[in-house]
């Protein structure tokens, strides 16, 4: 080999080096940016859930007889279509 093929392959090895450094850079970078991203659908998700439930408790408080019969009517009619 000559002195310009050792020089190519050293540049060529440094290059590569230089190229696994930067795909590890990106690669913490994707993991960060998708947990965050989970993070915050999770987050999103959750406050989604909470106002329905919230709602359904404070009905129940103002009118426990009619939920306490909607709830026995529901599983009445429940219980009627598991025997069919």
């Known amino acids: ?3 310009s ?3 190519d392959y050293e540049t ?3 290059d590569i080096a230089a190229l696994k450094h930067q795909m590890g850079e990106l690669l913490t970078h994707v993991k960060a940016a998708a947990a ?3 993070e915050g659908l999770y987050t999103g998700l959750r406050r989604e859930a909470e106002e ?3 709602s ?3 009905r129940v408080k103002k ?3 009619e939920s306490v019969l909607v709830a026995l009517a529901v ?3 429940f219980g009627r279509l598991m025997r069919s």
Do not use: F, I, Q, T
Request: aromatic share 4%; glycine share 8%.
């Open 1 to 3: 080999m000559n002195r």
């Open 5 to 7: 093929d050792v020089a």
């Open 12 to 14: 060529v090895k440094e």
């Open 36 to 38: 965050g991203s989970a």
């Open 52 to 54: 329905p439930l919230r």
């Open 56 to 58: 359904v408790a404070e």
């Open 63 to 65: 009118k426990p007889v």
């Open 75 to 77: 599983g009445y009619v």
